[in-house]
């Protein structure tokens, strides 16, 4: 997807259950639209069946002259994803170009919203302080798709569709990730719903291979692209799809561009070491954590998460999963100095958190473990320094029923 993704609505864990309301959402290989062009606009892939099964530009049929350069153009471009990626497509791709107002209702329709789980989702971003109490995470949600996505592979139909009526040098850039993700469909089958049945981070860490690997292609793509298309393009990027509302958590957003900011150097990190193998070994033996994405060493080395016994929970458990390195830095980032969020979460070994209900009140309750006696010194100083900005926030340094050296923090809100 080209930062930009939706489909059934279902939240995964916290960074997997808010990550999965927008990742899981229904787009995987989504092209979305970064405005400081960190990554490329992020693109996805929705699992829901289109309803489009033809290629075709805007709403209305294309005449056969327009229809014969749209074919010619999605041949070229399906031999430059080929040639790059070192792939084959063993099928032709359709391709949909859409309107604004067309893309958006084809992004946005026939999505079932479950209620049930957003609301949860909200309760524990809400408690962890990741959201602020007045706000709508369904309609953010809604509002942070509509303005961020620029295309998307729908893995059911295996149809494309990019926000763009014309094939500009921006839509062409979009296409070529877009169908980086169709090529990777073909070989890999990029549609794991398994991954996302774990309380853990396994999805969202698939997601970035999927995203990081497109947004390499259509970097190099862009590459070739005269300086003029180049000036063209951003231009289109920045006028694309109207932004995102200001009203939509930082929070949200950070989640929604993780994969096609971190994907990128994860895959050029494996690439360096081992080459076209190293990559598609990534998409059948993908990476497990946030951590292994940030740092690529502890995916080649195979350090996974360390187990850690769920913490007792204060009532019903309403939720359950992994913080991961990245919800621990998300959690620190607004209250803690950069440096030492940073150095924090790099020391991260594993975690799990349980969340329920407390009057008014939802708590989350997660117990973590370091890599080293420094690393955890680290964080609990940083937590420390957190709470003290969080009224509801305890630290226990030395709970029961855990691993030495595991810690607890319990935050309600």
Sequence with gaps: ???????????????????????????????????????????ATKPRSAASSTTSTTTAPPSPAAQARLDALVTELEGFVERTRGLTFTSRVKVTLLDDAAFRRQLMGGEQTDKTAVDKAAKVLRALGLIGQDVDLAKAETDLLGGSVAGYYDRKAKELFVRGADPTPYVREILVHELTHALQHQHFNIDRSDLAEGNDEKAQSFTAVIEGDAVRVQRLYRSQLSAADRRRADGEENKLGGGVPKTVPSALIELLQFPYIVGPAFIQAIMAKGGQAALDAAFTTPPTTSEQL????????????????????????????????????????????????IRAGAGWGGDKYVAWDQGAQTCVRDRMVMDTPKDRSEAIEALRRWASKHAGVKIDTSPTGGPTGAFEFTSCG
């Design 1 to 43: 997807m080209t930062l930009g993704e939706s489909g059934t609505r279902v939240p995964v864990r916290i960074l997997a259950l808010a990550v999965a309301v927008l990742l899981i959402a229904g787009l995987v290989g989504a092209a979305v639209i970064a405005r400081d062009r960190p990554a490329a606009r992020v693109t």
């Design 294 to 341: 940030i740092a690529p060493a502890k995916y080649s080395a195979g350090e996974g998460e360390a187990v850690v016994p769920e913490p007792s929970a204060g009532g019903t458990v309403i939720d359950r999963g992994d913080l991961g390195e990245l919800g621990l830095l998300l959690v620190l980032e607004k209250d803690v100095a950069q440096g030492d969020a």
